[in-house]
């Protein structure tokens, strides 16, 4: 694997470097997990999409650069880097829209692409229910074939920003007779249509942006299925190959964070405890790994491969990974980590749902046993 990049990928780099050292917001914005949040994010998005960096990846079409997976991931890098503002309408353009570009009509991508990548339309992500999650094969929220579409009814929990989201894309089951893993369509719902309640799920952090969501009778029109009918457990494993895999947590993320560790150990009056400086060192190792890694699958991408299962290993790999390093960090801090106005905590508060989100890690071990090692099922 050749490690270099080549002189246009470079020259990609200073370009983006220069763009956001120019145009990053001086201070950093408010959570975009709160109201005012997330609307000052969707204004960044825009500055963003106006300068095709919303979604550099995409056809220009869509408003992207065609730019390559390599050029993707200088980005990522560059953007963490410069300390940008999270992406809020991460759940739409790294979720979402790669299954519309493998599975979307050309309608379905020419109505919702564009108000995604420039930030308009919001996208929650209609996984969890209340007795299905992780087990996503268990879900009840069910859709009921109608003239023309469908009818909808039953809830959806643990939406990401959905208090602030304009549309959301789930697993519904349209077939009850079939087996667990069958008989499951991947709607596209908005969350204005009528019969649809959203209510907000108070969290410690007093961020406002979780919610659970209501369908009573919500018609969906046949147009807003995505995929075939009855197959959207296929869709759905797309869609969680990328979440767990290439594009949620590229390793710019990682690599800034672990640079910021090294600063803060270094500011430090005197000497760190042993322990902790060796906790410092395998952060930043830990971060190097992840990115030799993701670089072998893209390498593995553009031979024409896939990431199946793996990206389970990769999904367990970097939540862990996220708690060590803040870990560390509030092991710098010491009792002063709650005064921290660098945001080590409010991180190592949210790296805690790593290891939940997009499918917990107990269960990705049992993926990783099965799919990847081989072993028996128990």
Known sequence: MDLTWSDDEERFRHEIRSWLEANVPAEPLPSGDTEEGFRRHQEWEKVLFDARLSVVSWPEQYGGRGATLWQWLIFEEEYCRAGAPQRVSQNGIFLLAPILFEFG??????????????????????????????????????????????????????????????????????????????????????????????????????????????????????????????????????????????????????????????????????????????????????????????????????????????SSLNKIFWSDMDVRIHETALDILGPLAELDEGGWMKGFQFSLSGPIYAGTNEIQRNVVAERVLGLPRR
């Open 105 to 310: 009509t050309d309608w379905q991508k020419e109505r919702y692409l564009l108000p995604m990548a420039e930030g308009v339309e919001q996208w929650g992500q209609g996984w969890s229910e209340p007795n299905a999650g992780s087990d996503l094969a268990g879900i009840k929220s069910k859709a009921d074939k109608v003239d023309g579409g469908w009818r909808v009814n039953g809830q959806k929990t643990w939406t990401t920003r959905g208090a602030f989201c304009t549309h959301l894309f789930g697993l519904f089951r349209t077939d009850p007779e079939q087996e667990r893993h069958r008989g499951l369509s991947y709607l596209m719902v908005p969350l204005d249509a009528e019969g649809v309640t959203v209510r907000g799920v108070g969290r410690l952090d007093g961020d406002e942006g979780f919610a659970e969501v209501f369908f009573e009778d919500v018609f969906v029109p046949d147009e807003d299925v995505l995929g075939e009918v009855n197959n959207g457990w296929g869709v759905a494993m797309a869609t969680t190959s990328s979440e767990r895999g290439l594009t949620l947590r590229s390793p710019g993320r990682f690599i800034a964070a672990t640079e910021r560790l090294r600063t803060l150990a270094a500011d430090q009056p005197g000497e760190l405890d042993d322990r902790v400086a060796d906790d410092v060192v395998q952060a930043w190792m830990d971060a190097q790994a992840y990115q030799l890694y993701t670089l072998q699958t893209v390498t593995k991408m553009l031979d024409g491969g896939s990431i199946g299962a793996e």
